[in-house]
Structure formats: C-alpha cells, structure tokens
C-alpha cells in the first residue's frame, strides 16, 4: 500500500515567515522520504530522478506531451538546448509559456529558476505571480518575504487584506477559503467565519457606488497583536524617509541597529517597540526553521 508521507517545517501559525515548506509525496515501500527543500513546490504524485534531464536528453517523446512531465524537466531547471527532440512539438515558445505558468503558479524564487530566462522583468514577474497567487486564495509566499516585502512594499497583512477585499466584494462565501489560507487570515487580520459574515452583512447596505472603497473602510486597517517569540528574527522591511519621520525615538533606534547590523533576535528590543513597528509592517520576522526539524503530533497543534 501507499503511504502519504507529509513532511510540514511551518511557524505555528503565530508570525510572518521567510518561507513556508510543504511538501507532498506518495512513496512505496522501497521509495525514500524526500528531503525538504528552501521554496514551496508542487510536486507531481510519481517518484523524480533528481537527473531526470540528463538520463532523458536522448529520449524521443510523441508530439503530445504531458504537462506534469514538461513539469518535471522545468522543475529541474533543464534547459530547452538538452529537453528531448520531439518535446511539445519542438517549440521552444511552448516551454517558455510553461516555464512562466508552472513558476507562478509554485511561487517559485526568480534569480534561482528558469523563470529568469523568458521573463526580463523581476519586479513584473512578482507583481504577476502575486495576483495569481491572491486570485487562487494561496498562501502568501513567506519564502520571498525579502523581495515581497522590501521590494515591493507588499506585506502579508496588505496581501490578504487586499484578498479579503475581494471575495467581499463578488460576496463569495467564508468556505470559499483554503484552511491554511483561512488561518493566515485569522492570524493577520483577525478574521474568521463569524466576523466574516458580519462584514458582509455590514457591506450589503452600503451604497453600490465605490462599494470597493467602501468595503476596505470596514477591513482592519492594522494587523492584531501577535504572540512573538524572543527567537524569532527582525528583519528591516521596506522603510522610507517618511516611514521614519515621526517615528517615537525609541522606534527609530531600532530600525537604524537592524539596518546597520542586519537581522537580529527580538530578544534584544523591548517587546512593545517590535510590536508597534510590526503593526506599522516596518519590520517582519524570520523564524528559523532548518531543513532538520520536524513537527510531531501535527494534529494537536493545528
């Protein structure tokens, strides 16, 4: 028989990580457990050579490809120059659109993915992987955290705002939400099914004119409280000049120590300053989480 091996590195649900890992995988008996790896993949349910591109280059394929095999060459990053002969057809453009689709759609790192060679723009590349992303109800990727949120000035708390906006504003349903998804947004944004359906009843008599304005101004417009941990690591988001300005004195001396010495454990801050910039998404948190650990009796903490 087979047996579903799920191997879960997450942050209890209770702050912003740099990545989030899950990865799933139906083995046999003679089949090894996975390593877990430093993005979030999908994988496809059949076992991977890991030199699936180098044992496969010589082999002839029928016209008609399977997309979870063209997959599996994407996800090894082989090139198009060693992908078998007769590969969707011997069209180069068709690989690249697949290239694009299966990086969005894994949430996948640009500088370290074949992504980077169909698409010029990173900034474009995030901005599009982030829609698709919020319009398919996924997680926000922790994992890109240092792109997302430096980068773009995009954190968790807007991501899911912004999702949250949107099923209230097509008035999906609560369950429309994936679990974890569904979590994330109680953990952000204090959200679950109950106050769900307040806020929508709340939205159904506003006026139908800039109703999306409207609904926003009902959404939280700063994330709850947290339970942070002493180990977890600060990280400096994306902070401007204005962000600083006004800043009380004791807030900025902890943006400029993080700036200038890099990450650094929150045990080292006074409590109520971390939380007061993290609910300004001044700063965001790394949990560490090696590729070692392991999370037991999963059920009793979820």
């Not at 994988?43 to 699936?52: A, D, F, G, K, L």
């Not at 996800?75 to 992908?83: D, V």
């Not at 001044?282 to 560490?288: E, R, S």
Request: proline share 5%; net charge neutral.
């Amino acid at each position: 028989l087979k047996k579903c091996i799920v191997v879960f590195a997450l942050d209890f649900w209770q702050c912003s990580i740099s990545y989030l890992i899950a990865e799933i995988c139906f083995v046999t008996k003679q089949s090894n457990i996975v390593d877990i790896h430093d993005e979030f993949r999908i994988i496809p349910p059949y076992r991977i050579s890991m030199h699936t591109c180098e044992k496969r280059a010589g082999e002839d394929f029928a016209p008609q490809m399977d997309t979870e095999v063209v997959y599996e060459f994407i996800n090894e990053k082989c090139p198009w120059t060693k992908l078998p002969k007769y590969i969707l057809g011997n069209s180069a453009k068709e690989y690249e659109k697949l290239i694009l689709e299966y990086s969005v759609m894994n949430q996948l790192r640009y500088k370290t993915n074949l992504v980077r060679e169909v698409r010029n723009n990173e900034e474009q590349y995030y901005e599009l992987m982030l829609g698709y992303s919020r319009d398919h109800l996924m997680l926000f990727p922790y994992h890109l955290s240092d792109v997302i949120i430096k980068g773009l000035r995009i954190t968790p708390f807007q991501y899911y705002s912004d999702m949250m906006l949107d099923l209230m504003v097509q008035e999906k349903s609560y369950d429309t939400l994936p679990n974890f998804t569904a979590a994330d947004c109680l953990r952000l944004l204090g959200i679950g099914r109950n106050r769900y359906i307040n806020l929508m009843n709340d939205s159904r008599s506003l006026k139908k004119q800039n109703r999306q304005k409207a609904v926003r101004s009902l959404l939280p417009q700063m994330p709850i409280k947290v339970d942070i941990q002493p180990w977890w690591i600060v990280q400096n988001g994306s902070v401007l000049v204005n962000d600083v300005r006004d800043l009380p004195k004791e807030e900025k001396m902890v943006i400029d120590y993080v700036i200038d010495s890099g990450p650094t454990e929150v045990a080292n801050f006074d409590m109520d300053v971390i939380q007061n910039l993290y609910k300004r998404g001044l700063i965001y948190f790394d949990v560490p989480v090696s590729k070692h650990d392991r999370i037991y009796q999963l059920w009793t903490i979820l």
